[in-house]
């Protein structure tokens, strides 16, 4: 994990990845850092925009063509193509199985407190899942 707030997220990438860079980065919150997760992708990489966070300008490096970099959107597809929603689901569903997706939880709390976690939320400054328990 790279905390993009603490961290320099292009030299981290590149520390990780030896030097090659990541091949896919999920960005929520566009702005400038879709910038700084552009220089962080491979030759070749692909960022999925899922969110809009930011409400500043989206500014994208001249090399973007040069390296072959793809910028693509997540659709609602799930929402209406029943074989694609069912492929989905037993993809999540077998990789919690073999443990291979954890989520990561910043807090919990308990339903009668949904106001107080609604406020986190609000305050977007959690890492992780917030968990209502009923």
């Given at each position: 994990m790279i905390v993009t707030d603490e961290e320099d997220v292009v030299g981290r990438?590149?520390?990780l990845t030896a030097g090659a860079g990541a091949r896919v980065a999920f960005d929520?919150?566009?702005?400038?850092?879709l910038t700084t997760l552009l220089h962080?992708?491979?030759?070749?990489?692909i960022v999925v925009q899922y969110g809009l966070l930011s409400q500043e300008p989206m500014l994208f490096p001249l090399d973007v063509s040069a390296r072959k970099l793809t910028i693509t959107g997540y659709g609602l597809d799930l929402a209406t193509d029943t074989e694609l929603r069912r492929r989905a689901y037993?993809?999540?569903?077998?990789?919690?199985?073999?443990g291979a997706f954890r989520p990561v939880v910043a807090d919990t709390f308990p339903l009668s407190a949904a106001a107080e976690a609604?406020?986190?939320l609000e305050r977007n400054t959690h890492v992780g899942k917030i968990v209502l328990i009923p």
């Open positions: 990438t590149h520390a929520a919150v566009a702005g400038p850092a962080a992708l491979a030759p070749g990489g037993r993809f999540v569903k077998d990789g919690v199985a073999a609604h406020a986190v």
